[in-house]
């Protein structure tokens, strides 16, 4: 069994299933900048559900990177195992054990698990000391973000995505009442289902994101169950169809609309929310931008518009 190179524990006044959540909400990690100096990014997980990011921290004129994963350990511990870069084959692993009788609090305890040459940070090699402080700094990090957190929930700027995107969808409302506001309605949130379950099943940030779509840019107000609902409709016509045969039927209404490109922003939203975006999402994204006649180098500015947007850097 190996032992920590160095420890930390703090007591946070949540329950505990919602301080867990935090920890692994990684979008959560990114657009609330909870980390002092840290850059964080998604990358392509090399493996379906991977959660791989890469976090930089700028010292001065010097910039140091690595690239870890977030895992799932045993008896629901975090674990942070770092997979490239300069503390390559390094881990951290935080517990989550309830106490004060009623389980409304929550003590973690961090540990880091380091290599023979010890662990790296800004300008160099840690001492045990330093690495402590390190452990605990990012404890305390985390029990700051906690404050108003909803598990769940999308992270970023969601909203200040969508609304630059309402006059257009309401110009085509408006070009025939009725059918014409039906069919807004649905191909907009067909565009954000597809995307969603195109690695599988939507997750409830994604839903969360749905929801806020219906709400900005259709005027409505869907229930949980209603979502629910619509993308299981939508599953299972992509099962039927293939995501392929279906992104070109969406792409084909939302152009007929007028609505292409805001279909498509719809569509990356869903996409950049909770866990960045996987292979199969960037293939349905492709393929409906594509059926839009809207070039790869277009959907990945858009992508990148919407990620700095997120982040509440546009």
Do not use: N, S, Y
């Given at each position: 069994m190996d032992t920590p190179a160095a420890k930390a524990a703090i007591e946070i006044d949540k329950p505990t299933d919602?301080?867990?959540?935090?920890?692994?909400?990684?979008?959560?990690?990114i657009r609330g900048r909870?980390?002092?100096?840290?850059?964080?990014?998604?990358?392509?997980?090399?493996a379906p559900g991977e959660r791989r990011m890469e976090q930089e921290v700028k010292m001065m004129t010097r910039s140091h990177v690595d690239v870890f994963v977030v895992?799932?350990?045993e008896n629901g511990a975090w674990v942070k195992r770092f997979v490239d870069g300069p503390n390559k084959g390094a881990r951290f692993v935080a517990t989550f054990t309830p106490t004060g009788g009623?389980?409304?609090?929550?003590?973690?305890?961090?540990e880091a698990y380091v290599g023979p040459t010890g662990f790296y940070a800004g300008l160099g090699k840690l001492s045990l000391l330093g690495?402590?402080?390190?452990?605990?700094?990012?404890?305390?990090?985390h029990r700051r973000s906690l404050d108003g957190y909803e598990p769940g929930r999308a992270r970023g700027a969601v909203k200040a995505v969508l609304e630059p995107m309402q006059g257009e969808v309401v110009a085509a409302r408006a070009r025939d009442e009725g059918l014409q506001m039906r069919a807004v309605m649905t191909n907009l949130l067909e565009a954000a289902c597809v995307v969603a379950v195109a690695s599988g099943s939507a997750d409830d940030a994604e839903r969360d994101v749905i929801r806020e779509v219906a709400s900005t840019l259709c005027f409505l107000d869907l229930e949980p169950a209603a979502i629910d609902k619509m993308i299981a409709n939508v599953g299972a016509a992509v099962a039927k169809d293939g995501v392929e045969q279906r992104c070109d039927k969406v792409a084909a209404r939302l152009s007929a609309l007028g609505l292409g490109e805001v279909g498509l922003g719809v569509a990356a939203l869903v996409a950049q929310v909770s866990h960045g975006i996987d292979a199969p999402?960037?293939?349905a994204l492709s393929r409906l931008a594509g059926a839009l006649g809207i070039s790869e180098n277009?959907?990945?500015?858009?992508?990148h518009k919407i990620d700095q947007a997120l982040s509440g850097a546009a």
């Open positions: 919602v301080v867990w959540a935090q920890f692994f909400d990684l979008d959560h990690a909870i980390h002092h100096g840290v850059t964080l990014r998604w990358l392509p997980p090399t895992e799932d350990g009623t389980g409304r609090t929550t003590r973690v305890v961090m690495l402590e402080k390190a452990l605990q700094k990012t404890l305390e990090e999402e960037l293939q277009t959907l990945t500015d858009l992508l």
